[in-house]
């Protein structure tokens, strides 16, 4: 069972702007750098957010990630069919020593 | 172009044992950190293992004691030895390279792994 708590689903029609949250702890998302990453189905995960808040080069503007407390969001503004996939944030844990992934959030364009 | 190519996997039995490779070129595993993530069937996200470039590792606890994250500078190749297997580690292995702050960057394509009888 991860610590980090991501909703289950989410989804919007084309054009609208969706978030998605990740609930953490002091000893993760507090401390330290959240990364988001978008999984199509079938393919490996795709780098979408670093340090929080800064897309890798090539990532559309549309996605933004922020960080406040013990949570983290990622926004997906402009929704696109293409975005239709699985979103994970994911941070070092201080307590665990290692990387924990949330659960994941399913996103759907209706 | 860098890229990252898993083998190794397969079907094996509970408490077997098995090595999984991952042959990287278009940079040198030695110079960034390496990761091994999982994915069980129609399931989340796991991280396995990381291997510094200066050589300390880390585990997560489901794998501590069990799996081995090695490297060989020679064939710019990164291995997870996995001992003791049980079905609970039946999941897809995604090798990836890690630029620390800026993120799991690439990754590879995943070999699968099943433990049955």
């Known amino acids: 069972q991860s610590v980090l708590t991501q909703t289950p689903s989410a989804s919007g029609t084309p054009g609208q702007r969706v978030t998605i949250s990740c609930s953490g702890s002091?000893?993760?998302?507090?401390?330290?750098?959240v990364y988001w990453y978008q999984q199509l189905p079938g393919t490996a995960p795709k780098l979408l957010i670093y340090?929080?808040?800064q897309r890798p080069s090539g990532v559309p503007d549309r996605f933004s990630g922020s960080k406040s407390g013990t949570s983290a969001s990622l926004a997906i503004s402009g929704l696109r069919s293409e975005d239709e996939a699985d979103y994970y944030c994911?941070?070092?844990?201080?307590?665990?020593?290692?990387?924990?992934f949330g659960t994941g959030t399913k996103v759907t364009v209706l | 172009e860098v890229q990252l190519v898993e083998s190794g996997g397969g079907l094996i039995q509970p408490g077997g044992s098995l090595r999984l490779s991952c042959a990287a070129s278009?940079?040198?595993?030695?110079?960034?950190?390496m990761t091994w993530v999982r994915q069980a069937p129609a399931k989340g996200l796991e991280w396995v293992s990381l291997l510094q470039s200066g050589g300390g590792t880390y585990y997560a606890d489901s794998v501590r004691g069990r799996f081995t994250i090695s490297r060989d500078k020679s064939k710019n190749t990164v291995f997870l030895q996995m001992t003791s297997l049980r079905a609970d580690d039946t999941a897809v292995y995604y090798c990836?390279?890690?630029?620390?702050?800026?993120?799991?960057?690439?990754w590879g394509q995943g070999t699968l792994v099943t433990v049955s009888s």
């Open positions: 990836a390279r890690d630029r620390l702050n800026y993120g799991i960057d690439y």
């Open positions: 002091s000893f993760n998302i507090e401390r330290n750098y």
């Open positions: 994911a941070v070092w844990d201080d307590s665990l020593s290692g990387y924990v």
């Open positions: 278009g940079f040198t595993v030695t110079s960034y950190y």
């Open positions: 340090t929080s808040d």
